[in-house]
Nanobody
Framework: QVQLVESGGGLVQAGGSLRLSCAASGSILSINAMRWHRRAPGKQRELVASITSGGLTNYADSVKARFTISRDNAKNTVYLQMNSLKPEDTAVYYC??????????????????WGQGTQVTVSS
């Protein structure tokens, strides 16, 4: 199948920056859209940004102009560059991807896969 492994979370002061990475691995045939979601305490999960296989991007209004999503298709990796961080950005950030994978009998999918999440904490 497909596994997503995230890294780059941590503690940062307001106004600072972090870069999240999420690498996909497994018997990947193709990856379509890749996305970053976040979930803050007491709030529902929010779609932060998405990027298609061709590099077209979309952002939540709350992060537009501050966050940048990008991908390296050769590495099956998606990034989220987060600048001008605010305390309200504090959340667990999850990447996901729509992917098709190989099996002995043929391709399977596309299915949506999720990473384990990485904590981002922004102090005021």
């Amino acid at each position: 199948q497909v596994q997503l492994v995230e890294s780059g979370g941590g503690l940062v002061q307001a106004g600072g920056s972090l870069r999240l990475s999420c690498a996909a691995s497994g018997s990947i045939l193709s990856i379509n859209a890749m996305r970053w979601h976040r979930r803050a305490p007491g709030k529902q999960r929010e779609l932060v940004a998405s990027i298609t296989s061709g590099g077209l991007t979309n952002y939540a209004d709350s992060v537009k102009a501050r966050f940048t999503i990008s991908r390296d298709n050769a590495k099956n990796t998606v990034y989220l560059q987060m600048n001008s961080l605010k305390p309200e950005d504090t959340a667990v950030y999850y990447c996901n991807a729509d992917a098709t994978y190989y099996t002995y009998s043929g391709p399977r999918g596309p299915y949506t896969y999720w990473g384990q999440g990485t904590q981002v904490t922004v102090s005021s």
